[in-house]
C-alpha cells in the first residue's frame, strides 16, 4: 500500500471519526469548527505561528515580564536585549500570567472568525497562574471553551499545541483534537541545564535549600520537568560536563522511542551558538533523528532560568504507520 503523507494521513483518521453521510456513506464535514488558544510559554518557531494564526486558528496570548517596575509584552521587540542586559546586570526580572481579559479577547476573535470551539492549551499550573485566567475567561467566551493544562513548558507544550492545530485542520471531532494534545505533550520529556539557580530561587521555582546547594557548592544542575513542576536530575561539577551530561540525558531518551520517531527541540537564551553545537552533537548521535529545532527561550520562562539556559525537549513526531495503514 502507497506510503501516507503525515498531513494526509491525519485526514484519513479524521474522515474515519467524522459521521458518514446516510446516502452515500462517506465521512461528512466535521461538525464542529476547532480553534486553539495557547499562551507563549509553548516556544511554538515564530515561523510555525505565523503559517496558523492566519484566519484565527491560532492564537498564542503573550505573558508579561516586567524589568525593573516596565511591563512588557513576551511578544515585543527589542525584549531579548532588554532582559539579557538585566539579567546580566542583576536588574529584577518578575513575569505575571495574561489578564482574564486577554483570553476573553482571543475567545470572542475566534468565535467572531466562524469557529464553535476552543481549545486553550497551556503552561503547568504548578508553574504559573496562567490557567487560572483562562479558566475565568472561558465562562464569558460565548462559544465552548475548553482549558487544559499541559503539565509541562516549552515545546512539550508546543508539541501538544501543534498536534491539536493539526487535528483541527484535518477535521477531527472535538474529543480528538482535546487527546491529540494531551497525548503529545504527555509524551514529551524536558531536560535543562542553568548555570546558575538563583534566578529560579527568585521566582520561587525550587525550594531556598536547593538553590542554597548550587550556589555555595558551584554545582552545575541538571533539571527537568515532571508532573508539572520543576526537579532536580542531577548536579554537576562544571558547567562542560552538564552540558555534555544534558545531550546523554536527551540520547537516551531518544534511544527509548520508536527508531526514527523522536524529534527534538533545543532552546537558548543569549547563548544560540551553544544550542546550534548540542543540537548538532545530538543529531550526530542519535541515528535517525531530524536536525533539531531551534527557538529562543521565551522571555517569560528565561526570566526564571536566566542567562545561559539550555532546554532540550525530546517528543514523539507525528508520522504514519510504515505500512500506510490507519490505525
Excluded at 529560579?200 to 554545582?219: K, N, P, Q, Y
Amino acid at each position: 500500500m502507497e506510503k501516507l503523507g503525515t498531513r494526509d494521513w491525519l485526514r484519513h483518521q479524521a474522515a474515519r471519526l467524522r459521521p458518514k453521510h446516510p446516502a452515500t456513506g462517506e465521512p461528512g464535514p466535521s461538525s464542529t469548527r476547532i480553534a486553539v488558544v495557547t499562551d507563549s510559554a509553548a516556544a511554538l518557531p515564530p515561523e510555525w505561528i505565523r503559517a496558523h494564526v492566519a484566519g484565527g486558528r491560532l492564537t498564542v496570548v503573550p505573558m508579561p515580564v516586567i524589568i525593573g517596575g516596565d511591563v512588557f509584552s513576551d511578544d515585543d521587540a527589542g525584549l531579548e536585549s532588554q532582559m539579557s542586559l538585566a539579567l546580566a546586570s542583576g536588574t529584577q526580572v518578575r513575569t505575571s500570567r495574561p489578564s482574564p481579559g486577554q483570553f476573553e479577547r482571543a475567545y470572542r476573535a475566534a468565535a467572531e472568525a466562524g469557529f464553535d470551539a476552543v481549545v486553550s492549551f497551556h503552561i503547568s499550573a504548578k508553574l504559573s497562574g496562567t490557567l487560572d485566567s483562562a479558566v475565568l475567561a472561558a465562562a464569558r467566551a460565548g462559544i465552548p471553551v475548553h482549558v487544559l493544562d499541559s503539565a509541562t513548558v516549552g515545546m512539550a507544550q508546543g508539541v501538544g499545541v501543534q498536534a491539536a492545530v493539526d487535528a483541527a485542520i484535518a477535521g477531527a471531532q472535538l474529543e480528538d483534537v482535546l487527546e491529540a494534545a494531551r497525548n503529545a505533550a504527555a509524551g514529551s520529556s524536558v531536560f535543562f541545564y542553568v548555570p546558575s539557580l538563583e534566578q529560579l530561587r527568585r521566582g520561587g521555582r525550587i525550594s531556598l535549600a536547593s538553590s542554597w546547594v548550587g550556589t555555595v557548592l558551584d554545582i552545575k544542575p541538571l533539571l527537568g520537568i515532571r508532573d508539572g513542576a520543576v526537579v532536580p536530575l542531577e548536579k554537576v561539577r562544571t558547567a562542560a560536563r552538564a552540558i555534555a551530561r544534558l545531550e546523554r540525558l536527551a540520547a537516551d531518551d531518544v534511544a527509548l522511542r520508536r527508531p526514527g520517531g523522536a524529534r527534538v527541540s533545543v532552546h537558548h537564551f543569549g547563548n544560540a551558538g551553544q544550542a546550534l553545537t548540542l543540537g548538532e552533537s545530538l543529531q550526530a548521535d542519535c541515528p535517525g533523528l531530524a536536525a533539531a529545532g531551534l527557538t529562543r527561550l521565551p522571555a517569560v520562562l528565561a526570566a526564571h532560568a536566566g542567562l545561559g539556559v539550555l532546554v532540550v525537549v525530546v517528543s514523539d513526531s507525528l508520522r504514519p504507520p510504515q505500512d500506510g495503514t490507519a490505525g
